[in-house]
């Protein structure tokens, strides 16, 4: 199955939304905002994602601009900025099994369905 970190309020994560249900798969939506998820999620989500943790960050981010912008961070130092602002996670991210994808764009999410 797969999962889909969304936010509703993002046009490029509703379109991917959509374009799981077109190929009529079910997903466990996870809004992250509400939701956020753990210090561990983001770890194992990184990994299947191929990514390093400042490449996930939303640097247009109005706390990114403020609080991290041209600044130094260890990766786990990013993680942790994830989990206290979920806002910075860039969005959204597809989830199965072991293979991830961000959905920028939305079509990216075809290689996992």
Request: aromatic content about 6%; charged content about 30%.
């Amino acid at each position: 199955m797969l999962k889909i970190y969304h936010n509703s309020r993002c046009s490029k994560s509703r379109q991917t939304l959509d374009l799981i249900n077109q190929a009529g798969q079910e997903a466990e939506v996870v809004e992250y905002l509400k939701t956020p998820p753990t210090a561990d999620e983001l770890r194992v989500i990184l990994q299947k994602l191929n990514m390093k943790p400042e490449q996930l960050l939303r640097k247009g981010e109005t706390v990114y601009k403020d609080k991290y912008k041209g600044k130094e961070f260890t990766d786990e130092e990013w993680i942790q900025a994830m989990v206290e602002h979920p806002v910075l996670i860039e969005r959204p991210i597809v989830v199965k099994d072991n293979k991830a994808v961000l959905g920028r764009p939305p079509e990216n999410v075809l290689d996992l369905l």
